[in-house]
């Protein structure tokens, strides 16, 4: 057991070097740093569990954010198989965007809103079979095959980023079910591509659309594009106050 | 659970002799697209896969949801890519109808599952899929349009909104 | 003082025949209900993704609540030692359970997958269990608290009920009582650790569910005793009733207490005074209604009055207190459970916020007939077990006639 356990440490070490060395390869090759795509990052081999070493995280800029632009939401949808009954109340938004008026300045932005990736997820804290997880590398998940369905999730979580599935599905894409409770995987099975982690597909909207509002990336990884633009720009958190440290991050949310 | 797994291996193992009769009233399960190996023609051998097919797949299930592993040898979407291939008619059984792969067997042993209540059914990037892709995308389309204009427009007006 | 005889109902007249088949088409309705929701999925409800809990948990939260409250009685029996409530003891625990279950039921009725609770492996279930683990899901610890709370009510009533394990039964009502203390504190606390929330996300929530459970649990007992003891023409006297409802009027009081506590705490905060307490108190919706009419007027004043009003009839005093109880109740959890959430959370402070979800308004709610039917089943089921227990165990005292209960009454 802990000799297995050795070997992978040692091979995984052995991806972080390789990576490393990439990295630093690239960067020296590019002229500047923001043609980078966070794409580079290492792929995970299929049969390594997600790591710690890893933070998955997003950056969105809210001046970037165009105002008619639904994009990201649309791609979203389309990627995971969300599709609605024509009843907002109702109809799963892994995805939405906000409109922020300032009640001084009258200001108008808008933003994407999805789950925030907590470090200290309270849907995981309130759930009672466990099904409302948080993976090894900061992915907020829910595990269907353990849903009940009680909602308690919904009621903690303080972005309202969850969803209940109140109608029977069919044609599913990725796995989702009537009677549970689902929400932005941040694209995990684009965090797992075996060929290295894509961009998730709102992100990738986002950036085909050409407002490059959104970055996608290692939190950990100090040479991560989104890590490199949170150390310059700053950054803030949603409900800051309640310490849960989101991997979802906003700059210029004034 | 347990009860469920004994009675699926009672009913198998009491109608495996008489498969051999191609008349029987047993289900005729439709053939796999292609041998994971020579050896052991399926993901195990398949006697193995007759008894134990569901703990592979939860075992498998929980790490790659848990843990984002992601082998392919124990998932049922592969199961599903090998098993619910089109036929020349290019047609795709559903969980719901008796010669999907798995409900050939489940409904025969009466016994239910619920994977597709939340799994896909059907094999992803098959031709058929550019059909379903489609209308699903239709069905996207058609929730757009009931739901973007409202959107759009709120989105659209950079002036104080009506609330 | 005389020996209490406790004997079965007799069971057998059109009349019980009747209640029984009537509480069966409740119950039946219920079922039906929560098996369609089931069936064609959560949108038949009123439910939505804002309002993620509806009226099926304003009855579920109401029983569970008076469950531990319904065994006041017992407790007050033998913790207190009041001697003269001994009598009621065995049909008070009973009825806590009954209360329970009912309440239990629509809550697992109305889970989107209630069949996962049997599929959840077993690796799961023991994670769960780990201290780490449920000691940060409220929910974890009331899955243990709730079928704990069954378990030890049983022992209690084992050990009363029994001759030669009576003296066991005091120690027994002790653990009992702390286990009801902790039951209705891991309630409260379901909404109390809401943090995100404004409505919650306060630690006076779980005393306050405990004494509203004293009230509420109260009121239930009485409208199951007194219409027994006229139904089956037992008698009860005067002395009993009045301290009953001496003892609801406190515990209305009290709880009265602590609603004006809570909703002055909430004013004095400038966030939540302009927000969710003038959308509560004051908004033009239900909810206000339901507070200022629902839960202070019926479910506070008016009992009130009655309690300690000398002039009325006894009976028909602490039966209309008690109704009145239980519909103030009912308002009361409407008000925490869906106002609570029918208010926008605060997520962008000095912002006006609008979102296809209307992340800025106010969410609607509109309950379907599916909701109601499933949330009066628990209060069927509680009813139909309480009678049914009442037929098979021996827990109801012949006579509860002044005499029988008091020694120093002279008739």
New interface residues.
Partial sequence: MSRKTNQSEGKINQYRRNFLARTTAIAGMTVAPGVILNSVAQA?P?????SNKNRWGLLIDANKCS????SCV?AC??EN?V???????????WI?????????T?K?Q?IP?MCQHCEHP?C???????AS?K???GVV?V??????????C???????A????????????Y???????ESCTLC?HR??D?NGPRNPACVEACNAEGHKAMWFGDLKDPNSEITKRLKEYGGVQ??AD?GLNTGVRYQNLS | MLLRKIIFILAVTAFLPLSAHADSLLPELPKAKKNYNDQTKCVEPVEVMRKSHMDFIMHQRDDTLRKGIRTKQHSLKECIDCHNAPGKDLKVASANDSEHFCSTCHVYTAVQIDCFKCHADKPENTQYRHKITSQAFKQHKFAAQNLNPKTLQLLATEKEGHK | MKTIRFTELEGRSPGFFALMAILIAIIGAGIVSALMMHGQGHHITGMTNRIVWGTPHVFAVFLIVAASGALNIASIASVFGRTVYKPLSPLSMVLSVTILVGGLAVLILDLGNPEHLLDVPLTQFLYNSMPSRWTRSVFGWNFILYTGFIFVVGIYLWFSLVPQYKKFSKAASIFAFVWRLALTTGTGLIFGFLVAREAYDAAILAPMFVVYSFAYGLAIFSLVLIPTYIWTGRELGDVIVNRLKSLLGIFVAASLYFVIVLNLTNFYSAAKGEGIQSFLLFGDNSYSSAFWIGQILIGSILPLAIAFYPKLKARGALLTAAAMVVVGGLSQMYVTIIGGQAYPMDMFPGKTVESITNDGGIAAYSPTIYEVLLGLAGIGITIFLVVFAMNVLRILPESLADKDVDPHHSA
């Fill in positions: 995970k299929v049969d390594q569990p997600a105002s008619g632009c639904n649309t949808h389309e198989g599709t609605g009954f024509g009843n907002p109340e109702t109809d799963a938004q939405r965007k906000v409109k922020l008026t300032d009640k001084q009258q108008v808008t809103l309270p995981v804290d309130v759930c009672p079979t466990n997880m993976r090894e590398d998940l595990d269907k095959h353990a849903c009940i369905g009680c909602r308690y919904m009621m903690a979580c303080p972005y309202g969850r969803s209940f599935l109140h109608e029977p599905t069919t044609e599913q894409k796995p989702r079910g009537q009677g549970t409770v995990v965090i797992d075996p949603i409900r309640l």
